[in-house]
């Protein structure tokens, strides 16, 4: 059945008839074919060449295999009609055409290439179960095997050709046997129908189905295992070997773990086969790495020998994160660097490696995360701990901090650990650790990190006796926290403490957190917010106190402060909103992080976004610029709460405001407007980065040109010749060396 054809198409198609019948020919589509497949072959004039292949597949439905079209399709296989090739062959076998010639050909040009489209031609082919069988040569009929696996595997012996493995693809294949023998076929879900689908939901069929297969996978497994060990004078193949074992012994470990029963044997022979391969420093330590990852469960005691010949500090490493360090160093000697990996050992074990190596204290923290105490070696520890504090201050510090955390943990938890943790253990450990001793001796010898603060507020949850403090003495007074957990608040200690806030002095700062402290823990039971908002505790309120002040109002505003809730809620925002822009760039983070929270109360959202949008034009400096960057930090994470009729006063706004605000406000703004809105932004803001390009050219010269590259990248409206010059033109700056573009 012929299709119709544009008028260029049908006047060659005219022609072609024509010179036909001018040759006695009769202008049938199998002529028609043959002869537009030989002017392709002949012309000289290429760009009629796409529109006769057009007029060949006009008679797709007679289109078979000759030898014109043969030599047709082996000319351009690898040409720029390649694609008009592959449809001829498609169409060929499509009309069940399969020719044995044209298959061997394109088998020979694949070989060379590797080309997937070939590949899918391939495919297409009916005859490759024939082929197979009358490939003589070995070597090859490997090669064709593996290439076409999935199809020949039910219909093809290849075990009587893969006896001696002496190539690659003897190895390529064998692994896609394995995978075949544990996985079972691939299932082509468009294929499947009703009764198919109901017998894979079939208990008793899946059941019947598994036990039978499970013997023949015993039986299969066992002869690729001993095909490799007739064979493993090849080691030169170890990689591949190595790949196959290891699929072998995955499916065999958990066979094991279900069953407590072996598919395969582990002999002395196979033990010495792995030893050679696991060694051999040609093997690809991406398998050596599988293999140990694959039985970690069974390095002891099925592969010992083996561990003992590794020399890889990598998968040493690997094995002693895996093994009992206690058994291992039995095995090999260990040193920092293998075991630094390892966790949940005990604390035996780390007491034994510090007397052969105090190095071993390097790897502590890490070593004893988890830890545990089969050995009551705990108060030999403790003393050890006692008499290092003070040495390797924040080594101690961090084990104390990782052991009573996991133990807090596990305590909290039913923990899934290679060595389980008794809760009555657990129990000793926090006890022992979380002594008044201790905590003596780390506020002795204190070093501010966030390790160490952690620690000490872990261990002050405990203690059993109250601590006393000298408020006064201003020199310690960072270490007053520490104490907060386990003292008695009086009000005199609040009024103290509410009067360094209200003072401006160096100390302003740390009694904010002290303030921040007492508010988590608790040990305010009074109402305080009069006096925080008081004018005077305002006025000398000093930046660098702004991030805990925050932090403390915060949480006073989740707890529910007081009876006037909206009085305390606006100056809350208000004090926010205020240290987005006064704070420096911890107290911004921690502004924030308060502000997502807030965003994600409905409630609270509203609120803000309306605060926000009232204070923008506010008189006051800070609170208006703390309303722009706390709106832009809306922008670029919550535009979705902003209402367009918002979005394009804010926007309007700027325009009247660029000269006289931080230019890095207004031009951050305006980036996330380009980012995040659509239909807002106009011309208008080539103005603004004219005016900042010959006011700020340098200052902000990398958040300007990021803002115009963004316009220019979205096509958004066209910039000025002056803009787009600044954006191209770059210099030489002591951080980049950058090459100056000038128009030729």
Known sequence: MERELNSQLKQIQTNIKQNLINNNLQPTPENMIKYTAQTILNIENESLIPHLYSVIFVYKDFIKFNEVLNNLIMKHINSVYQDKVLRLVKILNNNDNHSYLLFKSLLEIFYDSDNPKIKNLLDSFKLKEDYAKNISDDLEFIKFYKLFFDELIEKVDFKERLISLNSRSHYILLLKYTKYVIDGPEINKQTLHENDINSLFSMNSIKTKKEKNLDEKIYELNYVIN???????????????????????????????????????????????????????????????????????????????????????????????????????QIIKLDMNLVRFSTNNDISVFLNLYEQDNKMINIMPNFLDYCTDHSNALDNFYNFICMKLESDFFIVCTTLRNILRSHELNLKKELILTKMIPKETSERIIREFTKDEIFDLIIKNYQNSAVVNDLLFIISKYLKEEHSFDLENYDKINL???????????????????????TKSDNQKKFYEILYYLEKYNKININICSELFALDMVNNLQNNSLKWRIRYLFLRQKKGCCQKLDFCRINFINNLIISFYQGNKTCKEVCENILEELMRNSEYKNFIIRFIRENIENNDINLRCGSLQAYEYILRNNTEDLHIENLKEVYEYLFKIYKNINALIIIRLLTNYVLYTEGIINEGIGDIIEYYIDSKKKKYRKDIKYLIGLILSKKCFSLSRKVKQYYKFKIKTENEEIIIKKKQ
């Open 480 to 502: 007053f926290k520490f104490y907060i957990p386990n003292l008695k608040i009086n009000l005199e200690i609040i009024s103290k403490v509410l009067e360094e806030c209200r």
């Open 227 to 329: 095909l490799i060990l007739r064979n493993k004078e090849n080691t030169k193949y170890g990689s591949d070997m190595l790949r196959i074992i290891n699929e072998i012994l995955q499916f065999n470990n958990i066979h094991f773990l279900k069953t407590k029963v072996h598919i395969i044997e582990i002999t002395k022979e196979f033990k010495d086969l792995l030893n050679e391969i696991l060694t051999n420093r040609e093997t690809e330590f991406m398998f050596v790495q599988k293999f140990f990852a694959i039985n970690k469960a069974f390095i002891i005691p099925n592969y010992i020998s083996i561990v003992r010949n590794i020399t890889s500090e990598k998968i040493l490493q690997q094995i002693a994160a895996s093994v009992d360090i206690e058994i291992l160093s």
